[in-house]
Nanobody, 115 residues
Framework: QVQLVESGGGLVQPGGSLRLSCAAS????????MGWYRQAPGKQRELVARISPGGSTIYADSVKGRFTFSKDNTKNTMYLQMNSLKPENTAVYYC?????????WGQGTQVTVSS
């Protein structure tokens, strides 16, 4: 079973930037689809961005042009660069690995956008 550990959340002012990291316990990026999700208070968890094993990336419409998903296979780590943050981006952000019926989630990292 793969373990995922997120880091990089925090408090940032509107318009600011944060970079989230998700470290996998072993090399999986070539086999697993990897994703970033978020869950705001009182709302369902939603997809932010997703990368297929082949490298195709999709983004939620609300983050296109502001968020960038990348991964470093040599470090078994993926990143979510978040720019021009808005208060509505406040949520717990989770990374996820999936391959067929196999799924693994990180513990989540809080992102708060507030002045």
């Amino acid at each position: 079973q793969v373990q995922l550990v997120e880091s990089g959340g925090g408090l940032v002012q509107p318009g600011g930037s944060l970079r989230l990291s998700c470290a996998a316990s072993r090399s999986i990026f070539n086999l697993y689809a990897m994703g970033w999700y978020r869950q705001a208070p009182g709302k369902q968890r939603e997809l932010v961005a997703r990368i297929s094993p082949g490298g195709s990336t999709i983004y939620a419409d609300s983050v296109k042009g502001r968020f960038t998903f990348s991964k470093d296979n040599t470090k078994n780590t993926m990143y979510l660069q978040m720019n021009s943050l808005k208060p509505e981006n406040t949520a717990v952000y989770y990374c996820k690995a999936e391959r067929g019926a196999l799924q693994a989630w990180g513990q989540g990292t809080q992102v708060t956008v507030s002045s």
